[in-house]
């Protein structure tokens, strides 16, 4: 029973440890997904703003010059397109999402590179597989793989693949895992170049749901572009968005806009503030999809570790089980005579223990006068009364019918206070079918001499044991049955 309890405490155990392994593990992983998205929320802000006072600033009136006041622009955008897949890494072998992200960051086409400068992903399967060795136009990337701090943007130039004049601009990703790179024709180029008003250029920034772009004139505060075309001509006062910056800071609050709480990034240069708030709940969907996918494997991991751990547990308790039965006598609880030869052939002759022979008077004829139940009520009110007191300094054992043995072998110092409380235990005790009991015994300490073996002290304790039972008959007057 005590090793069916414990087998069964211990798989509790299991259970806590598994469902409190698996709580830590999605808390940590909602802190990290939290400061990862933290960080490519900020990025992202950073790179709006970067582009919006990049397009507003750019106003070259020839077409050379316009193509090359737009490279850092491009640029920009290849570090935006960036970001967006890794804020939403699912969308890296999605063509139909990338090319809503190119369509949002007004480009033509996405191209994603490995380490090695091969195309592997991108709005255009048929270009997969082309690398920086497939022709003179692509080879003007080569540096980017000995370089991964390095960003380049190609003037326009006939593509490798179909001979089409395109426009190119690449940059590593955030963990210099891959290449991003966009592509955009020339005359897309011109066509955005003259719509650089203010109000066409914020309009028509690449945003998705739960992001929100605001321009306005650092001097009358009012908005003169917006994301959202019903916030212009609105004071910027009253978008919850405070304009005392100086020129080139960048601040990042919690705000409130239309009822939404949104994380704002503000600056202000020269004659523009510009504000890029994002929705709190941009993440969120991702955010609850990713725990629960990482919730599902650990819950699956672990019914797989408890179906493997309660296999072991289950065959450790049966060899327990059947351990503790092989040593343990049915009756009493006591270890049995099994348990007792090993213990004695284990015992140091020259460590100090004390060895006590115990045996039970009047067994015999209270089995004959009151019936075999009486007996072992007797037999286990012994056996109880030896464990209480002896307990905590040895074992006890049943070696026959009414035959115990106590092996000591810590605080033998305190040993006649023990054997007198184990006197005083016997002496008060009253059972159900006989009123009291009486037990014989005799010690002996293995410091006493210098025996030949251990079976000399056992007899030795032994002849002690029936000279007391004998002197408890004699002054009892009680007839002895054999």
């Excluded at 967006?84 to 063509?95: L, R, S």
């Excluded at 955009?184 to 066409?200: D, F, H, T, V, W």
């Excluded at 019903?230 to 409130?256: A, C, M, P």
């Excluded at 009364?385 to 033998?412: A, L, P, W």
Aim: proline content about 1%.
């Amino acid at each position: 029973m005590e090793i069916m309890i414990k087998y069964i405490h211990e798989e509790k155990k299991l259970v806590f440890l598994a469902f409190a392994t698996i709580a830590i593990a999605l808390l940590l992983e909602a802190g990290i997904l939290k400061y990862v998205n933290d960080s490519n929320t900020y990025r992202m802000s950073k790179v709006l703003l970067d582009r919006v006072i990049t397009v507003l600033n750019k106003n070259d009136d020839s077409e050379n010059g316009l193509i090359e006041s737009l490279k850092d622009d491009y640029i920009v955008r290849a570090k935006a397109v960036s970001y967006i897949i890794d804020a939403k890494p699912q969308v890296e072998y999605d063509v139909e999402e990338l090319q809503k992200i190119a369509d949002l960051i007004s480009v033509d086409e996405i191209h994603l590179f490995d380490k090695n400068g091969y195309i592997y992903s991108g709005t255009l399967p048929k270009y997969y597989g082309f690398s920086f060795d497939s022709g003179e136009q692509m080879e003007y990337f080569k540096p980017m793989l000995k370089n991964k701090n390095l960003t380049m943007c190609q003037d326009v130039t006939p593509n490798t693949a179909e001979g089409k004049e395109m426009m190119y601009a690449i940059t590593w990703n955030e963990a210099g895992t891959r290449m991003i790179q966009i592509g955009i024709e020339p005359k897309r180029l011109l066509k955005e170049l003259k719509q650089n008003e203010i109000s066409a250029v914020v309009s028509d920034m690449p945003v998705y749901k739960g992001i929100e772009i605001f321009v306005a004139d650092s001097q009358t505060k009012i908005v003169k572009g917006a994301t959202d075309s019903r916030q212009i001509g609105v004071k910027l006062e009253g978008l919850v968005v405070s304009s005392d910056k100086k020129s080139g800071e960048t601040d990042v609050r919690l705000i409130r806009i239309g009822g939404k709480r949104c994380k704002c990034l503000l600056s202000q240069y020269d004659d523009y503030i510009v504000a890029v708030t994002i929705d709190s709940s941009f993440y969120r969907q991702g955010n609850i999809f990713a725990v629960l996918i990482v919730g599902v494997y650990l819950v699956l991991a672990s019914c797989c570790m408890f179906y493997l751990l309660s296999r072991v547990m289950k065959e450790k308790y049966e060899k327990e089980k059947l351990l503790y039965i092989s040593n343990t006598d049915e009756l009493t609880r006591c270890f049995n005579r099994h348990a007792y030869e090993e213990r004695i052939n284990n015992l140091d002759l020259r460590e100090e223990w004390i060895y006590i022979s115990l045996d039970l008077n009047n067994l015999k004829h209270t089995n004959d006068s009151l019936g075999h139940a009486a007996g072992d009520e007797l037999i286990c009110a012994a056996a109880n009364c030896m464990r209480e007191s002896f307990g905590k300094y040895g074992n006890v054992y049943r070696i026959g019918g009414d035959e115990f043995v106590v092996i000591i072998t810590g605080n033998t110092k305190e040993f006649q206070s023990i054997i007198e409380s184990f006197d005083r235990r016997v002496a008060q005790w009253h059972g159900k079918l006989v009123d009291s009991m009486t037990i014989s015994w005799g010690y002996v300490f293995s410091s006493e001499k210098e025996w030949d073996n251990i079976y000399d002290i056992a007899k030795e304790a032994d002849e002690r044991m029936y000279k007391n039972k004998e002197r408890y008959y004699q002054e009892s007057k009680i007839v002895r049955r054999r």
